[in-house]
């Protein structure tokens, strides 16, 4: 469990969030495009969005706008994927590759990377993905607790307020 919150969930929230990116950037073409639409419509574009984000896989379909972009995807079941653009073990690989859709990032993040034997004796990644995963998730616990703390804060206030007229 320790490294799996360790070393392995950093790559895939990085993962999701790169394929959310994407997918954010579809949406707002679409909105472009139906810009005259009703509202709904783009809420409902939004909702994929939110699906993008909160769902680490995706169902296996014939057809794709993700398909559009050359997607580093690896068979989880029979009917869904997932994308890989950092495999979850880069950590501990000996010849540690990230796959982005665009080239020159690629190329520049791969040759930064450690290979070979230093990667496999010294093991250069773990601590900074070890740190960086400990910093977001008390990112996620301070912004709850700003949160819950907003909340309250603002309930607090309101408690004693009544309508004063046409529903304001």
């Not at 989880?76 to 859709?101: N, S």
Request: hydrophobic share 50%.
């Amino acid at each position: 469990m320790a490294n799996l919150i360790a070393y392995e969930l950093l790559p895939r929230i990085f993962n999701m969030s790169v394929t959310a990116g994407i997918v954010i950037l579809f949406v707002l073409l679409a909105r472009l495009l139906l810009r005259r639409a009703p509202k709904v419509f783009s809420y409902a574009l939004w909702s994929v969005v939110l699906f993008r984000l909160l769902c680490p896989v995706s169902l296996s379909a014939g057809f794709s706008l993700l398909g559009l972009v050359d997607m580093p995807t690896r068979a989880a079941t029979p009917h869904t994927t997932t994308v890989e653009y950092a495999p979850p073990d880069i950590v501990h690989a000996e010849d540690p590759q990230v796959q982005f859709p665009v080239e020159p990032v690629r190329t520049a993040v791969n040759e930064v990377l450690p290979k070979g034997e230093e990667q496999t004796t010294a093991d250069p990644l773990e601590a900074p993905t070890a740190i960086a995963t400990w910093l977001w998730l008390l990112g996620i616990l301070a912004m709850a607790a700003y949160s819950v703390a907003s909340y309250l804060k603002i309930r607090r206030r309101l408690v004693g307020a009544v309508p004063l007229r046409d529903n304001i």
